[in-house]
Structures are given as structure tokens and as C-alpha cells.
């Protein structure tokens, strides 16, 4: 028995030794750049706590969205003050208590959430999530994203960074192996917008797949009509616009096949919100705004020349649907 009780005690503290490492190679990069200021996600919360009721539109979503949509072209276009929430694999549940967190300080008349069918399914990237969670002043906030946003698997990843890290730490392992292809270091940023100046090559065009459909995508339809509902009903108590965005894809891989159930699937669920604006900026005013592969970084993130376009768009969906 105590051999047993041995083993257990050294299991035990191997496992937390491991952690620590981990948690030290992983977060160290992190509070170096929130020491430095240079932190994406701690200066837009900065942002967003120090200048109280100083914005009318806010842009939830993904990466998607915060290289989409340019403040300063929407500043100018719909003559207010606008900033870019969008936050890496922002999660349905997590744009939800972003919401919250943002309602405490800020007073927008409008906004903008960007979404698709990996924001909704049951993979989540908790070290993205709870990067940007750290950075809510609310205690209340931050533990119900954790517990009633992911519930048991929230909790073991927020206290094991053997698991919040287990996708960067399967990366860098193929990294060994493979060579990984590097973006610029990601550094001209503007009221939360990431200028990419990236233009996708042939070469990755060739390799494009298929968009996101409902047989190569977990989508979790409850979680996403769960999360949709609060974000509404927060919206609608605060007298706030809501447009919901599809962002768009580059032309050639919306070619590789004719399967439209992501753009289906939220066609019709808007349907029954008469308030809502849904915008599907694949074809929305094609004749206008026409999107081609040079205006994307990768397959599926634009790059300047389509944050232009989509910035444009959303300028004339809100100045049509002004309140």
C-alpha cells in the first residue's frame, strides 16, 4: 500500500512539475508582451475599459473579423467611433461574455457579429478564449465563461495547461518535423483591426478544401442557437442594432463544390428575427463589392485589400438600416 501511495505521490508531482513547464513556455511570451504593451488582446481591452462610452459600433468574431473590418474606413464612412473586438477562434459563448464585459463600459449604437460554422461546434482553442477572458475587469464575467460557458472541459483547461496547450504543443512537436509555414509578425494594428498585408500565393490556392458544410464541421446547433439568443436579448435590452456577418471565402474555394449549408443554415434561422440584420458578405451587392483571391491572406482570412471591401460593405449595411 505504500509503495503504491508512493508511486501515486511521485505521479503526482511529475504531472504538476510538467504543468508548470509547460504553463512557463506557453505564458511567458504572453506576459512579456502585456509588460511590453504589446499584447493584441491586452490593448484592446485597455481600450475598451479607459475610454468609457467612447464607441457606436463594436465587431465581435473571430480572426475573420479583426482583419475584416477597418475602423478608420468605418469611422469615416458612417461618421462615428468604432472598434474591433474581434479576438482569435472567438467562440459563440465567448462573444457572448465579451458582450457583457463590453456593455459595462461602453454604449454602442450598434453591433457587429461575425460568425461561421467553426465558431459554433465543440472544439475550442482555450488558451485564445481565456487570453482573452484574463483581460475582463469582471470577476463575475471571467468564471461564467469558464463554468456555464464550458462547463467541465472549461475548468480542466483553465487549471491544466497540459490541456489548454495540447494543440500548440502538438504543433510545435510537427514542427520538428515539418516545416511550418510563418506569417509576418502580426504588428500594424488599428482600433483592434489587423492590417495583413499577406497576399495569398498560387501555390496555397491549389490547396484550397472545401468550405465549412455540416459533413466535414461539427456544428453544434443547440450552442450556437443558445448563445445567438443571449447575445439578442442583450442587445435588444440595451437598444442596440445587431447584424450578424458571414465573411467571406475566396471565390476559387467556393467553386470546389455547391454545398451551402453554412449560408442556408443562417439564412434561415434569421428568418425569424425581424430585428436582426443577417448579411452574407460572399454576395451581398456582388455587382459592387466583388471579392477575388488577392484579396485574401489564406483560405478564408482577407488580407487589406479585402478588409477595404468588407469594411465598405458593412458601411452600407448599416447606413441602409440606420435606426
Same mark, same amino acid.
Given at each position: 500500500?505504500?509503495?503504491?501511495?508512493k508511486?501515486?505521490?511521485?505521479g503526482?508531482?511529475?504531472f504538476v512539475?510538467?504543468?508548470?513547464?509547460?504553463?512557463?513556455?506557453?505564458?511567458y511570451?504572453?506576459?512579456?508582451?502585456?509588460?511590453?504593451?504589446?499584447h493584441?488582446?491586452y490593448?484592446?481591452?485597455?481600450?475598451?475599459?479607459?475610454?468609457?462610452?467612447?464607441?457606436?459600433?463594436i465587431v465581435?468574431?473571430?480572426?475573420r473579423?479583426?482583419?475584416?473590418?477597418?475602423?478608420?474606413?468605418?469611422?469615416?464612412?458612417?461618421?462615428?467611433?468604432?472598434?474591433n473586438?474581434?479576438?482569435?477562434?472567438?467562440?459563440?459563448?465567448e462573444s457572448?461574455?465579451?458582450?457583457?464585459?463590453?456593455?459595462?463600459?461602453?454604449?454602442?449604437?450598434?453591433?457587429?457579429?461575425?460568425?461561421?460554422?467553426?465558431?459554433s461546434?465543440?472544439?475550442?482553442?482555450?488558451?485564445?478564449?481565456?487570453s482573452n477572458?484574463s483581460?475582463?475587469?469582471?470577476?463575475?464575467?471571467?468564471?461564467n465563461?469558464?463554468?456555464?460557458?464550458?462547463?467541465?472541459?472549461?475548468?480542466?483547461?483553465?487549471?491544466f495547461p497540459?490541456?489548454k496547450f495540447? #494543440? %500548440?504543443? +502538438?504543433?510545435?512537436?510537427?514542427?520538428?518535423? =515539418?516545416?511550418? *509555414?510563418?506569417?509576418?509578425?502580426?504588428?500594424?494594428? $488599428?482600433?483592434?483591426?489587423?492590417?495583413?498585408?499577406?497576399?495569398?500565393?498560387?501555390?496555397?490556392?491549389?490547396?484550397?478544401?472545401?468550405?465549412?458544410?455540416?459533413n466535414?464541421?461539427?456544428f453544434n446547433?443547440?450552442?450556437?442557437e443558445?448563445y445567438?439568443?443571449?447575445?439578442?436579448?442583450?442587445?435588444?435590452?440595451n437598444?442596440?442594432?445587431l447584424?450578424?456577418?458571414?465573411?467571406?471565402?475566396?471565390?476559387?474555394?467556393?467553386?470546389l463544390?455547391?454545398?451551402k449549408?453554412?449560408e442556408?443554415?443562417?439564412? #434561415? %434561422?434569421? +428568418?425569424?428575427?425581424?430585428?436582426?440584420?443577417? =448579411?452574407?458578405? *460572399?454576395n451581398?451587392?456582388q455587382d459592387?463589392?466583388? $471579392?477575388?483571391d488577392?484579396?485574401?491572406?489564406d483560405?478564408?482570412?482577407?488580407?487589406?485589400?479585402?478588409a477595404?471591401?468588407?469594411?465598405?460593405q458593412?458601411?452600407?449595411?448599416?447606413?441602409?438600416?440606420?435606426q
Open positions: 500500500m505504500k509503495k503504491f501511495l508511486h501515486i505521490s511521485y503526482s508531482i511529475i512539475l510538467i504543468n508548470l513547464i509547460i504553463a512557463f513556455k506557453y505564458e511570451p504572453a506576459y512579456k508582451a502585456i509588460k511590453n504593451k504589446t493584441k488582446n490593448l484592446k481591452w485597455n481600450s475598451i475599459h479607459s475610454n468609457k462610452n467612447a464607441y457606436d459600433l465581435l468574431g473571430s480572426s473579423s479583426y482583419t475584416g473590418f477597418n475602423p478608420q474606413l468605418i469611422d469615416k464612412g458612417l461618421n462615428l467611433n468604432s472598434f473586438m474581434g479576438t482569435s477562434a472567438q467562440d459563440i459563448a457572448y461574455y465579451t458582450l457583457l464585459e463590453i456593455l459595462d463600459y461602453q454604449n454602442p449604437k450598434y453591433v457587429v457579429l461575425e460568425t461561421y460554422l467553426d465558431l461546434d465543440n472544439t475550442h482553442d482555450f488558451y485564445q478564449i481565456f477572458s483581460f475582463f475587469n469582471s470577476t463575475k464575467n471571467k468564471y465563461l469558464i463554468t456555464k460557458g464550458y462547463g467541465t472541459k472549461g475548468i480542466g483547461n483553465f487549471l497540459l490541456m495540447n #494543440n %500548440y504543443i +502538438k504543433q510545435d512537436l510537427k514542427s520538428l518535423i =515539418y516545416e511550418r *509555414n510563418k506569417k509576418p509578425p502580426k504588428k500594424i494594428w $488599428y482600433k483592434g483591426f489587423y492590417r495583413d498585408t499577406v497576399i495569398v500565393s498560387e501555390k496555397k490556392i491549389n490547396e484550397f478544401k472545401p468550405i465549412p458544410n455540416f466535414n464541421k461539427s446547433e443547440k450552442r450556437f443558445k445567438l439568443t443571449k447575445i439578442y436579448e442583450l442587445t435588444e435590452s437598444n442596440i442594432q447584424f450578424v456577418i458571414r465573411s467571406p471565402y475566396p471565390p476559387t474555394r467556393l467553386k463544390d455547391n454545398n449549408d453554412e442556408n443554415y443562417y439564412k #434561415n %434561422y434569421f +428568418k425569424n428575427y425581424n430585428d436582426v440584420g443577417y =448579411y452574407d458578405l *460572399n451581398y451587392k459592387v463589392f466583388k $471579392y477575388e488577392i484579396d485574401f491572406s483560405f478564408h482570412h482577407v488580407n487589406y485589400k479585402g477595404t471591401k468588407m469594411s465598405n458593412i458601411i452600407d449595411i448599416v447606413s441602409n438600416n440606420h
